[in-house]
C-alpha cells in the first residue's frame, strides 16, 4: 500500500476512539501498563491500534485469534516505541500466535560436518525477513509477570528493532558516530561479562541465554530493561544508559513512580 494511504487509513483509525473493552485487557495482561502515566497511555493506545490494524494475525493450531491475544501482544510490542521515532515495526507483516510452546526442527551441524534434524521447543521465534512467531501462554505468561526479567513478547520484537538495518548483530539503527562508538564500546564489555560468568557458572541479573551471541544479548538485555530497570540501572548503570538512550525511556524512575504511589517505596 503506498504511503500516503496508510497514512489516512491510520488517520482514520485514531479518529475514532479505543473500543473500551480493550482497556481492562491492558489491565490485566500488561504489567508494564501500570507503570505509565496518563500521555505515554494515549501514546500506548495509538500504536498497538495500528499495530493490529496493519499486521496479519494469525491463529495456528486452532488457535482463535481474538482481540484480547491481539491487544495483549500488541500492548507490549508497543512498549518499546514509546519513546523512539519508529515506523511501526514496518518489517514484521505478520504476527502468528500459537496455543502452546510449538515445535520447530532446528538444523545442527555435527562433526564431520553431519547436518541433523531434531525438534525444538519453542516459546517465540523472529526471522530478519517473515513473521513473529509466539506462543500465546508464553506472551501472556510474560505479560502478566513483570519484574522477572522473562518477556517473549518484548524479546521477539526487539529482534525486529535490530534486522531493521538488514543485520541481525545486537546493533540496531543508532543516530550518529559518537552513539554507535559507545554502543559497540558498552556493548562488546558486557557481553564479554556475560559470557565469562556462563562459562564459569556464576548467576547473573541478565538471562544467560543472552550469552549466545550479540543479537540474543540485545534481546534479553531488552528484556531486562523493561522488567528489571531498577536492578539493571543498579548493577549495570553504562548498559542502561545506553538502552535509555536508545529506547527514549527510563524505565527504573517510571516503575519506581508507581511503587511510591502504592506506598510500597
Ligand atoms: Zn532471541
Redesign the pocket.
Known amino acids: 500500500m503506498p504511503f500516503t494511504l496508510f497514512q489516512n487509513r491510520r488517520k482514520k483509525l485514531l479518529a475514532e476512539p479505543m473500543p473500551a473493552e480493550w482497556i481492562p485487557y491492558l489491565q490485566r495482561n500488561v504489567w508494564h501498563y501500570h507503570t505509565l502515566g496518563e500521555g505515554e497511555r494515549a501514546s500506548l493506545h495509538d500504536v498497538l491500534r495500528v499495530i493490529i490494524d496493519e499486521k496479519n494475525w494469525e491463529g495456528c493450531k486452532g488457535l482463535v485469534m481474538t482481540p484480547e491475544i491481539q491487544v495483549t501482544i500488541a500492548g507490549q510490542a508497543a512498549m518499546l516505541l514509546l519513546g523512539t521515532p519508529h515506523d511501526y515495526f514496518a518489517n514484521v507483516e505478520a504476527i502468528l500466535v500459537y496455543p502452546y510452546d510449538y515445535v520447530a526442527m532446528e538444523q545442527t551441524v555435527g562433526p564431520g560436518r553431519v547436518v541433523s534434524e531434531a525438534p525444538s521447543y519453542r516459546l517465540g521465534e ?1 526471522w530478519s525477513q517473515g513473521p513473529v512467531i509466539v506462543s500465546w501462554p508464553e506472551a501472556l505468561t510474560g505479560g502478566r509477570i513483570g519484574g522477572d526479567g522473562r518477556n517473549v513478547v518484548l ?2 520484537f526487539a ?1 525486529k528493532l535490530d534486522y531493521r538495518d538488514g543485520r541481525a548483530d545486537g546493533v540496531p539503527k543508532l543516530s550518529g558516530r559518537e552513539a554507535q562508538e559507545r554502543w559497540s564500546e558498552v556493548m562488546s564489555a558486557e557481553f564479554q561479562f556475560l559470557v565469562n560468568a556462563a562459562h564459569d557458572g556464576v548467576p547473573t541479573l541478565l538471562n544467560q541465554y543472552g550469552a549466545t551471541n550479540p ?2 544479548f540485545f ?1 534479553v538485555a531488552t528484556e531486562c530493561f523493561f522488567e528489571q530497570p531498577r536492578e539493571m540501572r543498579h548493577f549495570h548503570p553504562q548498559l542502561y544508559k545506553i538502552f535509555q538512550d536508545f529506547y527514549g525511556q527510563d524505565p527504573a524512575v517510571r516503575v519506581e513512580a508507581m511503587l511510591r504511589t502504592h506506598g510500597q517505596l
Open positions: 523472529a524479546h521477539e529482534h543479537a540474543e534481546a
